[in-house]
């Protein structure tokens, strides 16, 4: 019955599409047709246009244009560092937590742990570069603010294990780039009491 009452709707849909079917191929329909597609070329054209005298958003490899001294702009995740803190044992803020390592969606962070408590710290701390898809999770979840990434974006190398950062590394990238880290540590501390406080 369901059946029987299935095809004589599909029978019903099919003969309402034919009719819809000869009616488009009538003059009115062509002419509708013709109309149609002329405008969506008129539309088409239209955002062409206006994307041509937009203003860029993508930039040219900086050296191409010359501009040696370009930086990204803020927000940009580039290198990793390490934030160095004299006070603790290893120089770093790093308290060897391994929570950056386990939400690692890529498994491209590998800690070595030291010490105990107050005094746990990163014997070594790996980054393959290589594997990282800069989706800034480690960052995010450090309790320490330890880690963070620079505006370096010359990452490129011809050798695979050349893209394996070394607590080393990381040490002098955050030397490198102080007031980049200083800036983003203000951020994120700022953002924590905010969240802490939320009146
Ligand atoms: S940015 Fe994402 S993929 Fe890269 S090391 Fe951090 S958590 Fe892993
Ligand atoms: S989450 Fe932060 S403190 Fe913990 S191991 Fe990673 S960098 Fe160090």
């Avoid at 979840?141 to 080393?168: F, G, H, N, Q, W």
Wanted: hydrophobic residues 30%.
């Amino acid at each position: 019955m369901h059946n029987h009452e299935g095809t004589s709707q599909l029978a019903t849909g099919d003969s309402r599409l034919g009719t819809k079917r000869r009616a488009d191929t009538s003059l009115l329909g062509l002419l509708r047709l013709i109309l149609q597609g002329a405008w969506s070329i008129c539309v088409g054209l239209y955002i062409t246009a206006l994307n041509f005298v937009r203003p860029g958003v993508c930039e040219r490899y900086p050296r191409r244009d010359g501009k040696p001294d370009w930086k990204p702009r803020p927000g940009y995740r580039g290198d990793f560092a390490l934030i160095s803190d004299p006070e603790r044992p290893g120089g770093l803020r790093c308290i060897a937590c391994l929570q950056c390592q386990n939400i690692c969606p890529d498994q491209c962070i590998h800690i070595t742990p030291e010490g105990k408590g107050k005094e746990r710290h990163p014997k070594q701390f790996l980054i393959d570069v290589g594997l990282c898809m800069y989706c800034w999770l480690c960052v995010e979840v450090c309790p320490a603010s330890a880690i963070t990434m620079t505006p370096d974006y010359e990452t490129a190398t011809d050798r695979p294990e050349k893209l394996i950062r070394d607590i080393e590394y990381l040490r002098e990238r955050g030397k490198e780039f102080p007031e980049v880290l200083r800036v983003e540590m203000q951020l994120r501390e700022s953002r924590e009491s905010e969240v802490a406080s939320p009146e």
